[in-house]
């Protein structure tokens, strides 16, 4: 079993920067891939970023690739989501994910889906007012 915990949200002005961060216990999350999503008010869970195990190959939804940045340290078994420029579109309820079990080579493909990841964290808010 693992568990997921956000934290880092919370309330800045357009431009403004947050780091959100996801602690991982119960079991490592070296050997997985990693994923965050977001949710706004009325809206289906989005993918924003993921990172895959080991040398950590990213990728990014496109209105945020030039101002998030996805990274781990697996040691602490930590994974972050630096957050630069941030717009009021940003604003969404955080979610990290940790990808399921099984073919690893699947999640080159399937790293946006929200069904590819098992575990989920409870979540923290982003709020950007203009």
């Known amino acids: 079993q693992v568990q997921l915990a956000e934290s880092g949200g919370g309330s800045v002005q357009a431009g403004g920067s947050l780091t959100l961060s996801c602690a991982a216990s119960?079991?490592?999350?070296?050997?997985?891939?990693m994923g965050w999503f977001r949710q706004a008010p009325g809206e289906e869970r989005a993918f924003v970023a993921a990172i895959t195990w080991g040398s950590g190959t990213t990728w990014y939804r496109d209105s945020v690739r030039d101002r998030f940045k996805i990274f781990r340290d697996d040691r602490e078994n930590m994974v972050y989501l630096r957050m630069n420029n941030l717009k009021p579109d940003d604003t969404a309820v955080y979610y990290c994910?940790?990808?399921?079990?099984?073919?690893?080579?699947?999640?080159?493909?399937?790293?946006?889906?929200?069904?590819?990841?098992?575990?989920w964290g409870q979540g923290t808010q982003v709020t950007v007012s203009s």
């Open positions: 994910a940790r990808a399921s079990d099984g073919d690893r080579g699947t999640f080159y493909d399937t790293y946006r889906n929200v069904g590819r990841y098992t575990y």
């Open positions: 119960g079991r490592g999350i070296s050997e997985y891939g």
